[in-house]
């Protein structure tokens, strides 16, 4: 089966929590804080592997979780960080943020790596906020919880030239003749229902990736067909070979194929129409074919290349190829989408512009205060520790947070929660 698009869930480790703890040796009665960092949490990182050609392995397995980093241990020994989780990927996929849309890596090298969740970082022990006034604290963070979010994977075949037409037109034929891929072809609409690649060899030490793409309809760009659904795959092809059916044995005009297709191609994308095109006449063998392909000529006009071909004689087969082959070699790449930031670490982030926090209030009076940095800063905190709450408090009111609830109204002795913890406001 060939999938091409899928969606997955991937999270980062999260970080190893700090540690309190003091020295405890012989001789030595007053031992310094001695509590170890947490480790790093495993960033979930998508490789390409040239083996792969479908996404296919991710119908079964769509959540993908790093391990938590160790946590620090006394002796001031720090936790160790998770080792990376690998996800293989086929080249060509495309990976973006389900929620934003936004591209967070497109991958189409072997070998190539992106990080598409980062792990946490690792808490710090209490050795970290020893200072003179306070040089035994009673202090640790909890581990960074890991990024986590849902992407969508789109895979773009790498073809160099792609074959677009009608159904029945010959391109499946046309595919098994000119490499040694082998498409079902037979002689009803829609044989082909996935994509098919092959290697067209030119001469000696030339060759070319050739795909056949499922046939378009009128309103494919719009849904119909299966032409929508494989339509992304032309998107990476510097040549579009155009089949038209120059017998008119399905009943069609082949100039009027020709411009539909045409319109569907501009329709879905714009950039689809810069490509240089060839126009393959097919079924050339056929009666009528002759006298259909001059009148086909004189609406086209000369600025498109026409090249008559037979799949059954194999007529014409070498002028296209060669043709199609010289149009690559000066055809440059054509730019795909690019994640539009990068933080230096192969990491692509895309800020959102959030208040640091928001304040409600619940019918039963309860002051409820949420936001990305205050629930990051809750759960980093141990609330084991006196000094740690008092810190946490510290923290809030340097944010701004009491001054908002004042502002709300919030009086002494009222309840305020943050996430599924309650605190008492205490002015």
Do not use: C, W
Request: a negative charge; hydrophobic letters at 35%; proline letters at 5%.
């Amino acid at each position: 089966m060939f999938v091409d698009q899928v969606n997955v869930f991937v999270k980062g480790g999260d970080g190893g929590n700090g540690m309190v703890a003091f020295r405890r040796e012989k001789y030595v009665p007053d031992g310094g804080p001695a509590g170890g960092d947490g480790g790093k949490g495993a960033d979930v990182i998508f490789e390409v592997n040239e083996g792969l050609r479908t996404l296919m392995d991710f119908r079964y397995k769509r959540h993908f979780k790093g391990k938590k980093g160790e946590n620090g241990r006394t002796k001031n020994q720090h936790g160790k960080s998770a080792a990376p989780l690998v996800v293989q990927i086929p080249p060509g996929t495309v990976v973006k943020d389900k929620e934003t849309g936004k591209v967070l890596a497109d991958l189409t090298e072997n070998g190539q790596r992106q990080v598409i969740a980062a792990g946490g970082r690792g808490g710090r022990g209490n050795t970290r906020f020893s200072t003179p006034a306070n040089p035994a604290p009673y202090i640790s963070e909890n581990g960074e919880p890991g990024e986590e979010r849902e992407v969508q994977l789109e895979l773009k075949l790498l073809a160099d030239a792609g074959l677009v037409g009608f159904p029945s037109v010959g391109k499946s034929t046309l595919l098994s003749v000119v490499t040694s891929a082998k498409p079902k072809i037979a002689e009803y609409h829609f044989t082909t229902l996935a994509p098919n690649l092959g290697v067209v060899a030119v001469d000696e030490g030339r060759s070319f990736v050739l795909a056949d793409l499922p046939g378009l309809i009128e309103g494919a760009s719009s849904g119909a067909g299966l032409g929508y659904q494989f339509l992304r795959h032309i998107e990476r092809t510097r040549v579009i070979i155009h089949v038209v059916d120059m017998s008119g044995s399905e009943g069609r005009d082949p100039y009027e194929d020709y411009q539909k297709i045409n319109e569907e191609l501009k329709s879905y994308q714009l950039r689809l129409l810069e490509r240089p095109q060839v126009i393959a006449a097919s079924k050339m063998d056929m009666p009528k074919a002759e006298e259909n392909l001059k009148t086909f000529k004189e609406k086209v006009g000369p600025d498109v290349p026409i090249f008559a071909i037979s799949s059954l004689t194999k007529a014409g087969l070498k002028e296209l190829t060669q043709a199609v082959y010289q149009l690559i070699l000066t055809t440059p790449e054509f730019p795909m989408e690019k994640p539009e930031q990068e933080d230096g670490k192969g990491l692509y982030t895309f800020k959102k512009e959030e208040a640091p926090f928001v304040i409600t209030r619940d019918s039963d009076g309860v002051f409820n205060v949420s936001g990305p940095k205050v629930e990051l800063l809750f759960k980093m905190t141990n609330f084991n520790h006196d000094e740690a709450i008092r810190r946490f408090a510290r923290q809030l009111r340097g944010m701004g947070v009491d001054d908002a609830l004042r502002e709300k109204g919030v009086s002494e002795g009222d309840t305020v929660r943050i996430m599924d913890f309650e605190f008492e406001y205490s002015d």
